[in-house]
């Protein structure tokens, strides 16, 4: 008998029922090409003009660190019954099976903030549920579990735009996919 193979273990190993922001690498990768260009640029200027001194150098690499953690995106993951994001100064996590509020802020740049029944509440950006369906199925289930317990009260109108727009997405990505688009 012939001995299976098991799977390599990777250095962020997470549970086969939790999903992750398929997309944060390349988010965090793209944060540090724009901090490393912002610090070159300044470091080259500087240089250029003959004002580049050791102090200075470390005050413009401080200030590219500064510009990393701008643009360094929160880490969000879900499982049955929770979502977490996760950002520099730690995670927040609330029951999406046991919320109570769903809010959606402002236009341009939207953004969910989540409250459950413990009193614990997040901030998501509506666009890593677009772009991570898993994500969004996950925190759908919960808040139709909310919903059937009574505990969801406000909000339900803002995941079910959500849903019309992701649903939107996917069908014309399904369409494209397959040459009718």
């Not at 273990?9 to 260009?37: E, G, I, K, N, Q």
């Not at 200030?63 to 880490?75: D, H, I, K, N």
Request: proline share 4%; aromatic share 6%; glycine share 10%.
């Amino acid at each position: 008998m012939g001995r299976r193979n098991a799977p390599a273990a990777t250095a962020c190993a997470v549970r086969p029922d939790t999903a992750v922001d398929r997309h944060w690498r390349a988010h965090a990768r793209r944060a540090l090409h724009y901090s490393l260009a912002f610090v070159g640029l300044l470091m080259l200027l500087d240089g250029c003009s003959g004002g580049l001194t050791l102090p200075r150098a470390a005050l413009w690499a401080a200030l590219g660190a500064v510009v990393f953690t701008v643009f360094l995106p929160p880490r969000v993951s879900a499982g049955q019954g929770w979502l977490a994001v996760r950002g520099l100064l730690g995670e927040r996590r609330v029951r999406t099976d046991a919320l109570v509020a769903v809010r959606r802020y402002g236009r341009v740049a939207a953004h969910l903030v989540l409250r459950d029944t413990d009193g614990r509440w997040l901030e998501l950006d509506p666009s890593v549920l677009e772009a991570n369906p898993l994500i969004w199925h996950l925190l759908d289930a919960g808040a139709r579990g909310s919903l059937a317990r009574g505990t969801l009260r406000h909000g339900m109108q803002a995941l079910e735009e959500l849903a019309d727009r992701i649903d939107g997405q996917e069908a014309r990505a399904v369409l494209k996919a397959s040459g009718l688009l």
